[in-house]
């Protein structure tokens, strides 16, 4: 059953606008029926606490996953310099493939989180990723060989490439 909703613009035409948002309509199949769900109202004080109470909450850990994000981008450059070219073997180009092999999941999983957070909350969706991508950053750690450095940086990429959009969402 599909569900036809718009507002009812045309009810407040012969009416002063109150300054209430317009009230929604519902069409289930051929049956007409109001769907009443009225926010209360509240006074510019309280809503200016509230937006406040919002970003006390959310601003912290919003800052700290940014923090670990660009720790965690600038992390191979410290392992390079502590010896990962001689463990792995890097020679030539490849250690410069393993940093750009992160951009390409990262740019190109950046739209379709929008689309995913569209069916998945933003406070399920960010936090997943944000576990999902510190396992990721775990298990770089237990790398061995080049390939297993490249893919780890690829699922890195692609974990970290729906934070901004959720964050943003």
């Not at 739209?111 to 069916?119: A, K």
């Not at 991508?133 to 790398?143: A, E, P, R």
């Amino acid at each position: 059953m599909s569900l036809l909703t718009k507002t009812s613009s045309d009810a407040h035409e012969g009416e002063g606008y109150s300054g209430a948002p317009p009230q929604e309509k519902e069409l289930h199949g051929g049956e007409e029926g109001t769907e009443h769900s009225v926010a209360p109202a509240l006074t510019e004080a309280q809503e200016t606490k509230l937006w406040r109470r919002i970003d006390l909450r959310l601003i912290p850990i919003i800052t700290l996953m940014y923090l670990f994000c660009s720790m965690d981008r600038g992390n191979i450059g410290n392992a390079k310099l502590d010896g990962l070219m001689t463990q792995l073997n890097l020679t030539g180009d490849k250690f410069n493939i393993a940093l750009m092999m992160y951009f390409i999941p990262y740019s190109l999983l950046e739209f379709p989180s929008n689309l995913v957070i569209q069916v998945i909350r933003p406070s399920r969706w960010v936090p997943g990723i944000v576990v999902l991508w510190g396992l990721i950053t775990m298990l770089m750690g237990f790398v061995k060989t080049y390939p297993q450095l490249v893919g780890v940086r690829v699922c890195l990429g692609a974990a970290e490439a729906g934070l901004y959009p959720g964050v943003a969402y």
